[in-house]
């Protein structure tokens, strides 16, 4: 059996990624997702155990000691961390499984697997990023200030990623994540097992 596939997935506050996950997720429910745990306090609307687990600052800090996390960082005031153990089980079940985390969190990822495969998602334009920021009415204007510096840093460091996909039309930009997807799917590296079956 092949090994499953990381795909990292980023993208600043605003740049809509969490509707585009949302929807791709839906059409391929054999992709895992990766649960994070944080420390920020639950926005209206959000479900313990959906997105992430809410934990306390302790309780992240004895998961950080018992190197139960594939990578970690602070963000905004809060520490936000991907458990290893829901990873390495996708990998080594032939499972492909979405972390969504920011660019820090993503080059750790990298160093510690190489072959995961990273996916900016990029807002068409600041104007948009600023109203969708503004729009959401769940953070004070200071938050949202704060949210706002960190899209331009995150958005410097695009160039970090293998593929960049633009959330200007919904549709097309999970159909552009859908596309890699598929693509990586059909790699050499992931077609050993079907030459062996088919030869015999
Ligand atoms: P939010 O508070 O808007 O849900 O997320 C803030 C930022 O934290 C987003 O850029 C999101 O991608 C990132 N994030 C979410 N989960 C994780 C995680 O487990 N690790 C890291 N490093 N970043 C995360």
Same mark, same amino acid.
């Given at each position: 059996?092949?090994?499953?596939?990381?795909?990292?997935?980023?993208?600043?506050?605003?740049?809509?990624?969490?509707?585009?996950?949302?929807?791709?997720?839906?059409?391929?429910?054999?992709?895992?997702?990766?649960?994070?745990?944080?420390?920020?306090?639950?926005?209206?609307?959000?479900?313990?155990?959906?997105?992430?687990?809410?934990?306390?600052?302790?309780?992240?800090?004895?998961?950080?000691?018992?190197?139960?996390?594939?990578?970690?960082?602070?963000?905004?005031?809060?520490?936000?961390?991907?458990?290893?153990?829901?990873? +390495?089980?996708?990998?080594?079940?032939?499972? &492909?499984? %979405? !972390?969504?985390? @920011?660019?820090?969190?993503? =080059?750790?990822?990298?160093?510690?697997?190489?072959?995961?495969?990273?996916?900016?998602?990029?807002?068409?334009?600041?104007?948009?990023?600023?109203?969708?920021?503004?729009?959401?009415?769940?953070?004070?204007?200071?938050?949202?200030?704060?949210?706002?510096?960190?899209?331009?840093? +995150?958005?410097?460091?695009?160039?970090?990623? &293998?593929? %960049? !996909?633009?959330? @200007?039309?919904?549709?097309? =930009?999970?159909?552009?994540?859908?596309?890699?997807?598929?693509?990586?799917?059909?790699?050499?590296?992931?077609?050993?097992?079907?030459?062996?079956?088919?030869?015999?």
């Amino acid at each position: 059996m092949s090994k499953g596939q990381v795909f990292i997935i980023s993208g600043p506050s605003g740049s809509g990624k969490d509707t585009v996950l949302k929807l791709l997720l839906n059409k391929y429910p054999e992709i895992k997702f990766s649960i994070s745990s944080v420390t920020r306090p639950m926005r209206v609307g959000e479900v313990e155990g959906e997105k992430y687990n809410f934990i306390s600052k302790e309780k992240f800090q004895e998961m950080i000691n018992n190197n139960d996390l594939l990578e970690y960082n602070e963000f905004v005031g809060n520490f936000y961390g991907t458990p290893k153990k829901p990873v +390495e089980n996708a990998i080594n079940n032939g499972e &492909d499984i %979405i !972390v969504e985390i @920011d660019v820090n969190g993503a =080059a750790q990822i990298r160093k510690k697997i190489p072959e995961a495969v990273s996916i900016f998602i990029m807002p068409p334009s600041l104007e948009l990023l600023k109203c969708r920021l503004n729009g959401r009415g769940t953070e004070t204007p200071e938050v949202v200030e704060k949210r706002l510096l960190e899209a331009l840093s +995150e958005i410097k460091r695009a160039e970090e990623y &293998d593929y %960049i !996909v633009v959330n @200007d039309l919904l549709d097309e =930009a999970v159909q552009g994540i859908a596309s890699i997807i598929v693509s990586e799917r059909l790699r050499l590296s992931r077609q050993y097992g079907l030459i062996n079956e088919i030869l015999g």
